[in-house]
């Protein structure tokens, strides 16, 4: 709770000791209810290290084995670490902003949440969330009336759907400045750092939920992504991120309601854990006019599938720059999937015109729905946000419609590829994790990149085709830093994408190698 900001707050450290008092309490008796229970627990480590450290210090997730087959649930385990909180190595990360006091002492009562459909049971899991509009307590945020449907007091469905499931939020992760961006720094909170060199960005919009997945600061994390943001973290983090299919999960309260290339979706250590909380959150929604009519029950069954035979396409960098080092890690990640029986073939999606199809309904959106606010704040809004309004300001009907008949035609010529084949693999980032003080890179692969989208490109033409796309972690570079392939599926398939990234991790075990917490205190 304290030392969040750059000095202490006498009533924060106040609150501090009252919850650790609490807490440790509560943790005896939590765990002699669990023996007098007879509940067989085994631990889940957190991929941090050999128990969770920092913020989410005080939650684990653990597993009833008794439950029945292909069902599981999660239940909150309280261990007390709490001094580890104010460790500088986490907190000089910034990935974790705002701490919520109250159910984290609910959470130590032990009583689980009834499932919000009956489909599954109490998640209890400790999860991150960028979605809570409050303010974080003692700061002034710049843009709560940002928020739509009702600024701090609006209801995320996202966030109280992972309530209704039993989820225990723990707090707020850092985003940049109206999640507007792939790199995730802003005036308020400074830039996160990226736990496998802290001189490097996580990526963004979702770099704080990234970080606080892969240092173990919590089991689950929500996202959004409109050109990469929940895949470039977790390629960045060495975790796991999933852009859903538009309307899977409800993108609500939003401006726009129809605007669908912007998405809300899970975040994990690995893709079984996304799809439990993507099991916890999708579902239909009456305000959603482009809500998926579907059960979302199939996310909670195991993922195990076999995929000798499957047609999946290599792709190629689709035209566009790379740093030789992510296509290298790209290169030496086929023979895994080929280790699958997969049928590989070279082929890449039509993406001719996505680039401008992207850039220009981005940029109109923007300008239509946080425009007003962002120029009321003049200099004091960051820069690029300033200068994606005032573009978007000059998109004309006659571009608009261009740029939807463009991404119509787009749209049947990914059906045609997807018919072709069931899957695609790319790589994810068309850079690795670059300066945390650089807010883009000005040049990729030799080429100078024209403005801070340039180097996203091989996420968002991805966007535009409305499929869904996962990071998978799938190697690291001889410098130590994480690579993650996209892996993208037919409209709809969202199971089918988690099912292939899964077998990926068992082949790859990317994910086994972890951030070296030890290095990062000493150097701290």
């Known amino acids: 709770l304290h030392r969040l900001g750059a000095r202490r707050r006498k009533e924060g450290e106040a609150v501090a000791l009252r919850v650790e008092g609490q807490l440790r309490a509560d943790r ?16 889940r480590p957190a991929r941090a290290c050999d128990r969770p450290i920092g913020l989410g210090a005080i939650f684990e997730m653990v597993d009833v084995a008794h439950l029945q087959p292909h069902r599981r649930l999660a239940v909150p385990a309280v261990r007390l670490a709490l001094e580890e909180v104010a460790e500088e190595a986490f907190l000089d990360l910034h990935a974790v902003v705002g701490i919520e006091v109250r159910p984290v002492l609910e959470a130590v009562q032990l009583q689980p949440l009834p499932g919000r459909s009956g489909a599954h049971e109490a998640l209890g899991i400790a999860a991150q969330v ?5 303010p974080v307590p003692g700061r002034q945020e710049r843009h709560d009336d940002a928020v739509p449907g009702g600024g701090a007091h609006a209801v995320i469905v996202v966030v ?16 940049p400045e109206l999640g507007a961006g792939s790199q995730t720094t802003n005036a308020l909170f400074g830039p996160t750092r990226n ?44 975790v796991f991120g999933l852009r859903p299919t538009p309307g899977r999960v409800p993108n609500l309260p939003a401006a726009d309601a129809w605007f669908d290339l912007s998405v809300v979706g899970p975040m994990g250590r690995c893709a079984a854990d996304a799809a439990l909380l993507l099991g916890a959150t ?6 959603d006019p482009l809500t998926v009519r579907e059960d979302a ?19 190629g960098p689709l035209g566009l720059p790379f740093d030789a080092a992510v296509l290298g890690a790209f290169d030496a990640a086929r023979p895994g999937v080929e280790s699958l029986r997969v049928a590989l073939t070279p082929a890449e999606p039509d993406v001719r015109g996505a680039d401008e199809v992207f850039r220009v309904l981005r940029g109109w959106h923007l300008a239509s729905t946080v425009g007003d606010l962002v120029e009321r704040g003049g200099d004091a809004v960051a820069e690029v946000l300033r200068g994606n309004v005032a573009y978007g300001r000059t998109v004309t009907a006659e571009q608009l419609a261009r740029a939807q008949q463009r991404r119509s035609s787009l749209l049947v010529a990914a059906a045609e ?3 072709e084949h069931e899957f695609l693999v790319m790589p994810v980032s068309q850079v690795l994790p670059f300066d945390a003080e650089l807010l883009w890179p000005r040049e990729v692969g030799g080429e100078a990149m024209a403005d801070y989208l340039g180097w996203m490109r091989s996420a968002y033409v991805i966007s535009v085709l409305r499929v869904p796309a996962a990071s998978v972690p799938c190697g690291f570079t001889t410098g130590g830093l994480p690579v993650g392939l996209q892996v993208v599926g037919r409209p709809g398939d969202d199971l089918g994408v988690l099912q292939l990234s899964h077998a990926l991790e068992q082949v790859f075990r990317a994910g086994d190698r972890h951030p070296d917490i030890a290095a990062l205190s000493a150097a701290q």
């Open 28 to 43: 005896g008796r939590f765990v002699r209810e669990a023996l007098a229970r007879g509940i067989e627990m085994h631990r």
């Open 130 to 134: 960028q979605a809570l509009p409050a």
């Open 160 to 175: 109280e759907r992972m309530r209704d499931a039993g989820a225990v939020m723990l707090g707020k992760t850092n985003v």
């Open 195 to 238: 736990p496998y060199d802290p001189a490097l960005t996580p990526g963004g919009s979702s770099g704080g939920a990234a970080v606080a997945l892969a240092t173990g600061m919590a089991a689950l994390a929500d996202g959004s992504d409109m050109g990469g943001s929940l895949r470039n973290p977790a390629s960045f983090c060495n």
């Open 282 to 287: 999708a579902g239909a929604h009456p305000a």
């Open 297 to 315: 029950a199939a996310f909670l069954d195991p993922l195990d599938r076999d995929f000798t035979g499957v047609r999946v396409a290599w792709g």
């Open 417 to 419: 590829f997807f018919t």
